[in-house]
């Protein structure tokens, strides 16, 4: 199971830095949110990462109403 917040090694991919002063600079400059830990790492959440990227979610989310296929209203027509 994947953790709920980014890993390092994806922490880099995303923003090509290394050092945790760069990627914090790099999600400011992208308009990304984050929180930082306690030792000063960037903490960026996985839904909200996929979000950011255009990617769709792995799981549909339980509080996203499902869609429904549009139907004409005929109740209108004589």
């Given at each position: 199971?994947?953790?709920?917040?980014?890993?390092?090694?994806?922490?880099?991919?995303?923003?090509?830095?290394?050092?945790?002063?760069?990627?914090?600079?790099?999600?400011?400059?992208?308009?990304?949110?984050?929180?930082?830990?306690?030792?000063?790492?960037?903490?960026?959440g996985r839904q909200y990462a996929?979000?950011?990227?255009?990617?769709?979610s792995a799981e549909p989310s339980?509080?996203?109403?499902?869609?429904?296929a549009w139907t004409p209203d005929?109740?209108?027509?004589?």
């Amino acid at each position: 199971m994947e953790s709920e917040i980014l890993s390092d090694e994806e922490l880099v991919m995303i923003t090509g830095y290394q050092a945790r002063a760069w990627q914090r600079r790099w999600l400011i400059s992208h308009g990304w949110h984050y929180i930082e830990s306690r030792g000063r790492r960037p903490l960026v959440g996985r839904q909200y990462a996929r979000q950011q990227l255009g990617a769709p979610s792995a799981e549909p989310s339980p509080s996203a109403p499902a869609k429904q296929a549009w139907t004409p209203d005929f109740s209108k027509v004589s």
